[in-house]
């Protein structure tokens, strides 16, 4: 019986068709900068034309790293990878560090449970940390900050030797709706907040209220409702503003989840959005194009964020520059049905 053989590729077979050194092949594989574009992309085309796989073990040994990435995920809602921002967020750290050569050990938790990141860290040999979704209070994260452990935070403002932050510039996006609220005709305007003690919903909180102070709009602690950020969150939220002595025309909404649930509450009272609310969120999940009316938004590059944390832990790992500053994202209004102009008419028929 005829049987076929396939002979794999050895790193010197990369090198005798590249013409070149097994050591520049050595390179190309780990990523050095010393090599040159054109030298690295010869030897790059030769590895997928030869389907050249190094092994992983050797590899690790030669260069005493794993090429694995620790990605912690703290999910207070238990919703997993289906979680609406995260998941964006993941995709583009995937796209990142897959493309070079890296993998992934995903750390999954709830908030409250006893977890020591860099211990995690060093039982599985991971070469750095991504942290999402973590609360300020929580203090293992000062063990983490102080050890060598390369380390980036996704929505959490940490510094250390070897850590910093990547963030959506929150302060500007809610002052930026409240802006747009205000450009609308609004003057009386409610918030749903998410929990205290993130970062999202500190600085989302502070934008709205230096916005509603700059422009000498009426506050009413009765409006602004702590919650977290969830769809049943803001309905349960929103449900308790609508039994304030007197009604906002305007309500922001920290996340769109919140937003969504919010809506759901005020049509169950019998009101409409926009006609008797305006309603704007944050993040722009996918699904907020597709509610009915469909939700004006403060949208936040949640792909970029990923891709930018993944960059940003491949250089502290190399060692490429000696301080690493965090990076702060811009944000966008995204205009749909959910906001429309305020009319004393509209406000008289409530």
């Known amino acids: 019986m005829h049987r076929e053989v396939f002979l794999l590729a050895t790193i010197k077979d990369i090198a005798r068709i590249a013409g070149v050194s097994v050591t520049t092949v050595s390179k190309v594989i780990n990523n050095y900068p010393d090599i040159s574009e054109k030298t690295r992309e010869r030897v790059q085309k030769v590895i997928e034309e030869e389907n050249y796989r190094p092994n992983a073990i050797a590899r690790s040994l030669s260069t005493n790293r794993s090429y694995t990435i620790g990605l912690f995920f703290t999910d207070h809602l238990n919703s997993g990878l289906r979680h609406p921002v995260f998941r964006d967020i993941i995709y583009g750290i995937e796209r990142i560090l897959f493309k070079n050569g890296f993998d992934i050990v995903l750390f999954a938790h709830k908030w409250g449970d006893r977890f020591s990141y860099s211990d995690k860290c060093k039982n599985r040999n991971v070469d750095g940390a991504i942290l999402m979704g973590m609360p300020k209070t929580d203090s293992n994260l000062d063990k983490l900050i102080n050890s060598k452990i390369p380390s980036v935070f996704v929505d959490l403002d940490m510094v250390g030797h070897n850590a910093t932050y ?39 909180l502070i934008g709205f209220m230096q916005q509603i102070t700059e422009l000498g709009l009426e506050r009413n602690d009765e409006w602004i409702i702590e919650t977290d950020f969830s769809e049943q969150g803001g309905y349960d939220a929103m449900k308790i503003m609508l039994k304030s002595k007197q009604l906002p025309t305007a309500v922001f909404c920290q996340s769109d989840e919140m937003a969504i649930g919010a809506m759901r509450a005020i049509e169950e009272a019998g009101y409409r959005v926009p006609a008797d609310f305006s309603l704007i969120g944050f993040d722009d999940i996918e699904i907020s194009r597709y509610v009915k009316p469909s939700l004006t938004t403060i949208r936040q590059d949640k792909l970029l964020m990923g891709e ?34 305020y009319t004393e008419k509209g406000a008289e028929m409530r």
Request: overall charge positive; hydrophobic content about 40%.
């Open 166 to 204: 990547v963030i959506s510039d929150n302060i500007e996006g809610a002052k930026m709706a409240v802006d747009y609220l205000y450009r609308l005709g609004h003057r009386k305007i409610g918030m749903v907040m998410g929990q205290w003690i993130t970062k999202p919903a500190q600085d989302r």
């Open 308 to 341: 930018k944390a993944a960059r940003i832990l491949l250089d502290i790992i190399g060692e490429k520059n000696s301080s690493y500053y965090p990076i702060v994202l811009p944000t966008q209004l995204i205009e749909r049905e959910s906001c429309q102009q």
